[in-house]
Antibody, heavy 119, light 112 residues
Framework: EVQLVESGGGLVKPGGSLRLSCAASGFTFSSYSMNWVRQAPGKGLEWVSSISSSSSYIYYADSLKGRFTISRDNAKNSLYLQMNSLRAEDTAVYYC????????????WGRGTLVTVSS | DIVMTQTPLSLSVTPGQPASISCKSSQSLLHSDGKTYFYWYLQKPGQSPQLLIYEVSSRFSGVPDRFSGSGSGTDFTLKISRAEAEDVGVYYCMQGIHLPRTFGQGTKVEIK
């Protein structure tokens, strides 16, 4: 089955760190650019970061200001998001999303993992 | 950053009736390669978003033909020809021509 499964979310104190993972299956993971998109409770979608298939190109939302690091391991079919210096406003469901090679849209999404930053 | 503005922000539709959502971008989404990098997503209650329409008017695999997209440049529209109960959720537009990728605020659609 073609799917993405996120993990690693949880409750963390302000200033803390968390590492999210996204396990891909059912497709050739190494051929696709991947993205992280987040959604604060009751809010809309916000693009966080993207990484090209071979990790050559990496981009972040300006609002993250160097606190987050995206990476991937094609041998393990996995995508990661290292989040440091977490703030209350980082509280959100974090989705990993595959970027279509044809259209550039996000054609496959995981179910998301909830990150709660609170003391 | 490109700002995506959706209208309306909420919509109540009678089953079998049409519905329309507008999305305007602050810059043209027409690329020099001739493609327009504009997308529509639907997030059903309790689910992750799903791609409905890519490049303005192409339906993604498995999307019913009652969904159609149109527009060009900076103005885009999603139409549901005959709304069904399963169409409830929040619809988002997104631009893919520039980073950061940006989404509209979302349009919440309820079926009466």
């Amino acid at each position: 089955e073609v799917q993405l499964v996120e993990s690693g979310g949880g409750l963390v104190k302000p200033g803390g760190s968390l590492r999210l993972s996204c396990a891909a299956s059912g497709f050739t993971f190494s051929s696709y650019s991947m993205n992280w998109v987040r959604q604060a409770p009751g809010k809309g979608l916000e693009w966080v970061s993207s990484i090209s298939s071979s990790s050559s190109y990496i981009y972040y939302a300006d609002s993250l200001k160097g606190r987050f690091t995206i990476s991937r391991d094609n041998a393990k079919n996995s995508l990661y998001l290292q989040m440091n210096s977490l703030r209350a406003e980082d509280t959100a469901v974090y989705y990993c999303a595959r970027e279509s090679r044809i259209s550039g849209g996000f054609d496959l999404w995981g179910r998301g993992t909830l990150v709660t930053v609170s003391s | 950053d490109i700002v995506m503005t959706q209208t309306p922000l909420s919509l109540s539709v009678t089953p079998g009736q049409p519905a329309s959502i507008s999305c305007k971008s602050s810059q043209s989404l027409l690329h020099s390669d001739g493609k327009t990098y504009f997308y529509w997503y639907l997030q059903k209650p309790g689910q992750s978003p799903q791609l409905l329409i890519y490049e303005v008017s192409s339906r993604f695999s498995g999307v019913p033909d009652r969904f159609s997209g149109s527009g060009s440049g900076t103005d885009f529209t999603l139409k549901i020809s005959r709304a069904e109960a399963e169409d409830v959720g929040v619809y988002y537009c997104m631009q893919g021509i520039h980073l950061p990728r940006t989404f509209g605020q979302g349009t919440k659609v309820e079926i009466k």
